[in-house]
């Protein structure tokens, strides 16, 4: 069983296996890969190019618009529907394989942004155009992402969002773990928490990832604060229903190898 880490301390990264380092987030500053990292980029979430271009953000039903000022968002969406935003996405992809050397890169926010969103007028038009429904044009349009980034970096992960109810993933944002599988090496699922202080729940959306996700997939605990005990008791709970459990942001190097060398002795 893997433990493996998401990352901002380079010196973290070389003891677990697998080990992400975020070369792109949310805020949309570009960090150099690692050469013994696995580049990690949020494609469609990008605070800055939503500043710069407002007009890519996605737009709900009712005209709301996903960013920060919203009542449902903590970063801003763009919307892959754009010409301009899936080639931008598929240029950090290149540009991070080239940095890392590797042909491994993780892909995060690759998804729209909840219900409802996009229907922005090149949502409208292109969907129309191919004459889709727009939930099926997003899809689609997802689907058609991850296999161009596959044509450059070989072995890909990404990231879904923690919703294993049935549909929801392909209805809510756009994602179908089925037409990926082909082309995504390792599925990641976040499933965080500030305690872990009960673990029922946990069980419960792993167990049912377990059942939804066709290959490969990773359970991601946060870590930072959480209690070295706690964590341990959530890592443990949660590899029974996974092929690797990583642990995010955690900056204490000692609990995660304590972490890791119970885990080895579970095992």
Same mark, same amino acid.
């Given at each position: 069983?893997?433990?493996?880490?998401?990352?901002?301390?380079?010196?973290?990264?070389?003891?677990?296996?697998?080990?992400?380092?975020?070369?792109?987030?949310?805020?949309?500053?570009?960090?150099?890969?690692?050469?013994?990292?696995?580049?990690?980029?949020?494609?469609?979430?990008?605070?800055?190019?939503?500043?710069?271009?407002?007009?890519?953000?996605?737009?709900?039903?009712?005209?709301?618009?996903?960013?920060?000022?919203?009542?449902?968002?903590?970063?801003?969406?763009?919307?892959?529907?754009?010409?301009?935003?899936?080639?931008?996405?598929?240029?950090?992809?290149?540009?991070?394989?080239?940095?890392?050397?590797?042909?491994?890169?993780?892909?995060?926010?690759?998804?729209?942004?909840?219900?409802?969103?996009?229907?922005?007028?090149?949502?409208?038009?292109?969907?129309?155009?191919?004459?889709?429904?727009?939930?099926?044009?997003?899809?689609?349009?997802?689907?058609?992402?991850?296999?161009?980034?596959?044509?450059?970096?070989?072995?890909?992960?990404?990231?879904?969002?923690?919703?294993?109810?049935?549909?929801?993933?392909?209805?809510?944002?756009?994602?179908?773990?089925?037409?990926?599988?082909?082309?995504?090496?390792?599925?990641?699922?976040?499933?965080?928490?500030?305690?872990?202080?009960?673990?029922?729940?946990?069980?419960?959306? *792993?167990? #049912?990832?377990?059942?939804?996700?066709?290959?490969? $997939?990773?359970?991601? %605990?946060?870590? !930072? &604060?959480?209690? /070295? @005990?706690?964590?341990?008791?959530?890592?443990?709970? *949660?590899? #029974?229903?996974?092929?690797?459990?990583?642990?995010? $942001?955690?900056?204490? %190097?000692?609990? !995660? &190898?304590?972490? /890791? @060398?119970?885990?080895?002795?579970?095992?």
């Amino acid at each position: 069983m893997a433990l493996g880490v998401v990352s901002r301390f380079a010196d973290h990264l070389q003891h677990f296996t697998p080990a992400y380092y975020e070369v792109k987030g949310v805020t949309g500053v570009w960090h150099n890969a690692l050469p013994y990292a696995i580049p990690m980029i949020s494609v469609f979430g990008d605070n800055r190019l939503s500043k710069a271009h407002p007009e890519w953000v996605q737009i709900g039903p009712d005209g709301e618009r996903a960013t920060r000022a919203s009542r449902y968002f903590d970063w801003d969406a763009i919307c892959p529907s754009h010409d301009a935003t899936f080639d931008q996405g598929l240029n950090w992809v290149a540009e991070a394989v080239r940095q890392s050397g590797s042909g491994t890169v993780r892909l995060d926010d690759v998804t729209y942004a909840r219900e409802g969103f996009c229907q922005c007028q090149t949502c409208q038009t292109k969907s129309q155009d191919a004459g889709m429904t727009l939930n099926a044009f997003r899809i689609q349009r997802l689907v058609d992402f991850v296999r161009q980034a596959h044509l450059i970096a070989p072995h890909l992960h990404m990231t879904l969002f923690p919703d294993p109810f049935p549909g929801h993933l392909q209805r809510r944002f756009g994602v179908d773990p089925d037409r990926l599988a082909h082309d995504v090496e390792a599925f990641v699922v976040p499933i965080y928490d500030l305690h872990y202080a009960t673990t029922y729940w946990l069980e419960i959306l *792993a167990e #049912a990832f377990l059942e939804l996700i066709p290959g490969r $997939y990773y359970i991601e %605990l946060y870590g !930072l &604060q959480v209690p /070295e @005990e706690a964590l341990l008791h959530a890592c443990q709970v *949660a590899q #029974a229903y996974c092929d690797g459990v990583i642990v995010a $942001y955690e900056n204490h %190097l000692p609990k !995660l &190898q304590r972490i /890791e @060398e119970r885990l080895a002795l579970d095992s």
